[in-house]
Every structure is written in C-alpha cells, then in structure tokens.
C-alpha cells in the first residue's frame, strides 16, 4: 500500500519559516520524482518545487530564493523548506511522487500552512 505523508504545517506569521516533510512508503522512492504542490481556496492546484532522484531541482518563481526543496533517499522522505512566509503562501501543501519509468503518480492527503499575523 501506498503511502505519502505530509507534516510540519502549520500557522506561521509573515517572515517566518516551516519546514514541512513527506514520508513515503510503498513505492521505491529512489526512482521517483518527488514534488510539493500547493492549492489556495479558490485556486487551482499549482507547481511549488521538484527533485529528481539525482537531486536536480525547479521550483515555481515565486518561491526562488525562499523555499529549498530537499530529498533522504535512505529515508523515504522529501522536505520543504519555507523562509520569508508570506500571506500568499496559505495553501494547503501536497507532496506527489511520480515514478519515473511507468509515470504512476501518488498524492498525500495535505498539510495546511497558514501565513497570518
């Protein structure tokens, strides 16, 4: 059985920072192309970052500079990392895995990250 989880959301003043984490298990996470997607209300689901298993990343340009997407192939676990929070980074955060070969794809259920003073 498949499965991503995803932790470390949470609600975070302007200016701060979450680390979020996705545990995977059931697939073979190292030929999998680990991402976090978000999905603000109202909004369609949009690209945040990706990782391949050799660790080439790309990340939408309103996160450059301020988020840094991570991946423990021993562990089965992608991160996160979001500094300067803003307002407009609430959403409700998705790890997906995609397998390289066959392009299955999985989704976690979803963290929320809230941004708010």
């Known amino acids: 059985q498949v499965q991503l989880v995803e932790s470390g959301g949470g609600l975070v003043q302007p200016g701060g920072s979450l680390r979020l984490s996705c545990a995977a298990s059931?697939?073979?996470?190292?030929?999998?192309?680990m991402g976090w997607y978000r999905q603000a209300p109202g909004k369609q689901r949009e690209l945040v970052a990706t990782?391949?298993?050799?660790?080439?990343?790309n990340y939408v340009d309103s996160v450059k500079g301020r988020f840094t997407i991570s991946r423990d192939n021993a562990g089965n676990t992608v991160y996160l990392q979001m500094n300067l929070l803003k307002p407009e980074d609430t959403a409700v955060y998705y790890c997906?895995?995609?397998?390289?070969?066959?392009?299955?794809?999985?989704w976690g259920q979803g963290t929320q990250v809230t941004v708010s003073s």
């Open positions: 997906k895995a995609r397998n390289v070969y066959t392009n299955i794809e999985y």
């Open positions: 059931g697939i073979h996470f190292s030929i999998n192309t």
């Open positions: 990782i391949t298993s050799g660790g080439s990343t």
